[in-house]
């Protein structure tokens, strides 16, 4: 298989709905929340990507373009975009959705990057 198609394969969405339970008192998705979503998503990508033990060592530049609301929809994307020898960035890409219409925009974006690791938690090469 090919890098491309690796990369290509491990691409990850997932959708949530955003509920009460996770806004702060501007009835929006709390950052940290959100981060928290985007972290899971990468790692399950890096994870897909390596078939390694994979552990998170930075967030860069996660840019909050628009406020999420509750009782919308949320899509994350999660696609490798750089590989090293023992490391791997993830771009993961949030989309809001309207419920009721098809309006759908990015809300956030943010690069996470992962280090594979063996049983004694060393750097191991990511393929």
């Keep these: 298989m090919t890098l491309d198609e690796r ?7 997932i959708f949530r ?16 929340n959100a981060m928290q979503l985007m972290d899971e998503v990468a790692f399950i990508t890096a994870t897909r990507f390596s078939r390694k033990k994979v552990v998170t060592v930075s ?7 628009k406020p999420i609301p509750s009782g919308t ?6 696609r490798v ?3 090293g020898r023992t490391s791997l960035d993830v771009n993961v890409i949030i989309y809001i959705e309207q419920m009721y219409s098809d309006h759908r925009e990015e809300a ?9 690791i063996d049983d004694h ?3 191991i090469p990511v393929l």
């Excluded at 967030?59 to 373009?65: K, L, P, T």
């Design 7 to 13: 990369i290509e394969r491990s691409e990850t969405h």
């Design 17 to 32: 709905a955003v509920f009460p339970n996770t806004t702060n008192h501007y009835d929006t998705l709390f950052g940290g």
């Design 59 to 65: 967030s860069s530049q996660i840019d909050f373009n």
């Design 73 to 78: 929809l949320i899509e994350l994307v999660g």
């Design 81 to 83: 975009n750089r590989v």
């Design 108 to 116: 956030i974006e943010g690069t996470f990057t992962f280090v594979a």
């Design 121 to 123: 938690k060393q750097p």
